[in-house]
């Protein structure tokens, strides 16, 4: 595994980089430590980085990243690192090609940093003065945050909060890497019960989106509005909001509120038994949600609302090339009241607002997976 910790000075990176190496297993260093390994050698290399040491002058972004590329292909270092001090630019993070696996920043307040380096530390460096340490923030948030914008597009950043305790802190850690520690042994995390995640939402707010999500993570999709496309599309019939509600009534009047449900329990039963996690698309009624909860007792339900503006959600529907036509007052009034979607929205575990970009929603939906698989 290859980690990166980012964070201003008196983040907590040195003490939770030493914990995580002594629990995973692999070597913690910043570059400092590289420089000044570099710096003892009798190499041309080696006097070179002695001389800009001694000058107090930092080590170009290119030859910074020539030699921490480099010394990263050392044996050692091929089972993992956790790397402290780099990438500090974008210039760095664009051409690092160890491949890092997971870029953990330590988020704190600046008067939290101040803090810890000035009144909690007993031996202070000349250079940790508070005139000294805001100016090392200024720059780390110049330079450094950008990166983790850029480690955000790549979906490897995980954002703690380093204002918690140690143990706390170093917890969160394992958990967003998918390690718990039992006994003091870090095993890899393994979810302990049966769950189920049932999108829930209005046409057009992005359920689609949200299960294809869930796909691409490894988990099984079951599509509740699948069985009226298919008898729709083999009997020919056009889709639109007269015929669906036509085919709906009649499921409705057979199994009654929960017929999506119902016509869905034996492939949701026989899903679980190989997997222990399962998405539901298209979750409606409440009798949906109940009849699921009364026939999967030792399953965990979560729903998960999802929620756009209407007319956000109507140019959605517009522009989709399959059921373009449904949409519209009538068909949200028909959801909420006709199919009894409303309490099963007021009712969700969580709500995903998605008005903006595929990517922020994609941010918001692997928070839940998160909360979810981890829980």
């Known amino acids: 595994m290859k980690l990166v910790l980012i964070g201003v000075q008196g983040s907590g990176k040195s003490t939770q980089g030493n914990l995580l190496s002594q629990q995973l297993g692999i070597p913690y260093f910043s570059t400092g430590h590289i420089f000044r390994q570099l710096a003892k050698e009798k190499t041309k290399l080696g006097l070179y980085i002695k001389t800009v040491i001694n000058t107090g002058m930092l080590v170009p972004d290119e030859k910074t990243i020539e030699i921490v590329n480099a010394y990263l292909e050392r044996p050692e270092y091929r089972k993992g690192y956790i790397l402290d001090g ?32 000035v009144y909690r530390n007993t031996q202070i460096r000349e250079d940790e003065t508070i005139p000294a340490i805001k100016k090392r923030i200024e720059s780390f948030k110049k330079f450094t945050i950008p990166v983790l914008d850029y480690y955000r597009r790549e979906k490897k950043l995980i954002e703690i909060d380093g204002t918690q305790t140690i143990a706390k802190v170093n917890k969160q850690i394992l958990k967003s890497l998918g390690k718990q520690l039992i006994k003091d042994k870090v095993e890899s995390w393994k979810v302990k019960e049966k769950k189920i995640v049932a999108l829930v939402g209005l046409p057009g707010v992005g359920k689609t989106d949200a299960a294809n999500f869930f796909r691409e993570k490894g988990l099984p999709v079951i599509s509740f509005g699948q069985a009226i496309n298919e008898y729709i599309e083999k009997n020919n019939l056009p889709h639109v909001e ?19 449900a119902c016509l869905n329990e034996k492939k949701i039963k026989k899903t679980l038994k190989d997997n222990m996690i399962v998405v539901v698309d298209g979750l409606r009624s409440w009798q949906e949600y109940t009849h699921l909860k009364q026939v999967l007792r030792q399953v965990k ?5 999802i929620y756009a503006d209407k007319n956000l959600r109507w140019d959605r529907s517009i522009t989709r090339s399959h059921r373009k036509k449904l949409y519209g007052e009538e068909r949200d009034l028909d959801e909420l009241i006709g199919i009894n979607m409303a309490p099963t929205l007021a009712y969700a575990d969580f709500l995903i607002k998605n008005n903006f970009s595929l990517a922020d929603y994609h941010d918001k939906l692997e928070e839940v997976y998160r909360t979810i698989y981890y829980t």
């Open 86 to 117: 780099f990438p500090r630019t974008i210039a760095q993070a664009e051409k690092f090609v160890n491949n890092v696996d997971r870029v953990i920043y330590l988020e704190i307040p600046d008067k939290d940093a101040i803090y810890r380096l």
């Open 242 to 260: 007269k015929t669906h509600k036509k085919i709906r009534l009649e499921l409705r009047a057979k199994y009654g509120m929960a017929a999506m």
């Open 301 to 305: 339900i979560y729903l998960v609302a």
